[in-house]
DNA sequence: TTGAAAGCGCTAACAC
DNA sequence: GTGTTAGCGCTTTCAA
């Protein structure tokens, strides 16, 4: 039913091969053949099959996009530069969520791979042996975009957890505070989870702060959780001066916690986020937040793809982007400078 | 290099044919034939190529999605709701960003029709002449999700806009107010410009309030445009009494803008939102609005979908899916009721 | 500059 | 139950 290249071979009168070619923008063909394969291509509607055109290629132009929720502002945010990037280079994307669910996150990449995707961005929590070993089977390059993965062999594209977390909290020491309490993501996971929360507590200890378990509540970074949280910290015997979240939902939860308890941001208790969602400027005192170059790392990510996918020559497989705060109502502003 | 249909065959000592059975689950397999097929697969590695499977059998699992902007908030729901039905009828994604530009619509269809997909998804402003056209040259199922079409020829799944946009401005109506004031979408825009806009409009009129050019503005309904807009209503020699914005990041802009003038929401203006996106919950006060059920536009989208590829009967192929006011703090509560 | 022909890896009759 | 075989629509040598 459909027209085939055969097809417009035969209206042509020329052969299956220079079709390819003319279909390809191969320069080898006379420029009237080209012509008249053109018309005959317009003449008769003829669409390239890109399947057939991938089984005979052995290439799809297509990549392979897991990520765990696309209706995160976050992950939408990556998902947004990796597509922008993938487009630039002719590439599709399968786009699967995966919920972070390991055995589905695993199918995932197995269904991808028999897709014949020319390539992988892989967004998640952790990369565990059981990723390592399907990763392993593919004969195509991965990238990881945002995600922790201890043995650094897979490429990845990321800002330094630790160091964001650490400069977060320095940013509050800094203000003045000593009592300094954090919202943190749970303990499995290694990024909001660990990293960011070690980060705070290494700038406590080098700035000769006490930690103090009770100024640390770990759990999932939503906005309810935060204004859960601004309620257990306020209801302290010696409730904190400042509180960092390891997330702009959370924190926005937290200032909203604070504010229904007749508390007042930054006057009584100093706030900072995480991410630098759009959320971060929606919010009355606008939030002073960790920057995360969310769209970066996505069209980062899908740039380095694209050059292990053309073989190209690769610098540094591991690239950490620069994270900043950027400084808005939520803490007062540093006197000293 | 990869492991074929073939090497698995001559690994088992069958045919071709009972690998692809056993592959497909073919029930017409001796249990034994079955289980050394399996062996077979399994210590050789082997995974199915989907692209030769497509060409041949002509079906690829694949659907496209066509979006204007994954990093939005509503469309990111809607295509969380596309997803996860897919998955659950095992297809896969190829999700487009069209950045709602007319040329880039029509050349990711056709791309999405060169790569066979066997449905789409279709989430964008109007559709045109020109895409009615394209989509005639498919011979796949096309599902038009939030999105006007006026023939009415295509499939689609949406709210009744227009009477969302009745609703809200009654309910402002209800609560007392004849100053009222609307942020709408770009007239360019049929749903959210037009419609909604049409909406308030005949809601005054059955109410017998005049209308008043001054009381509206239409533009991007993003969060600035809300906060202009506060301050545009708010100099008029009368300002209005209440708002209604055809978003609800407009509508969170149009009470930080009230905010910041020093006056109060709801008790000096009243604001309505529309989409229920998260974030009407994350505003002091919790944000009054129209909720258009998001992920269920993308879940039927994608369920009706589904139906067309298979051939199943289908019985309205216009889905229109209720709204509804969720009442939040930024109205002040009905007296009547 | 062009054409002929051999696959790419699989499915789907059809025959046994 | 199982095997044989002819494509699916294209790319890609290799010759001409």
Known sequence: MPVTIYDVAREAAVSMATVSRVVNGNPNVKPTTRKKVLAAIERLGYRPNAVARGLASKKTTT???IIPDISSAF???LARGIDDIASMYKYNIILCDSDQKLDKEILLI????EKQVDGIVYMGREITDEHLQVFNTATVPIVLAGTKERSEELPSVNIDQN?????ATTRLIQGGHKKIAMVTGP??????GIERFEGYRNALRDNGIDFRQDYVISGKLTYAAGLEAANLFMSLE???TAIFAASDETAVGVIHGIQDMGKRVPEDIEVVGFDNIRLAEMVRPRLTTVV???YDIGAVAMRLLTKYMNNEQVDHHIVVLPHRIEERQSTTQLSEE
């Open 63 to 65: 990549v392979g996009v």
């Open 75 to 77: 992950f939408a945010e």
């Open 110 to 113: 197995n269904t991808l791979l």
């Open 163 to 167: 160091q964001a977390g650490y400069d």
């Open 187 to 192: 303990f499995q996971d290694p990024l909001a």
């Open 238 to 240: 010696e409730p904190p």
């Open 292 to 294: 995360q170059p969310m």
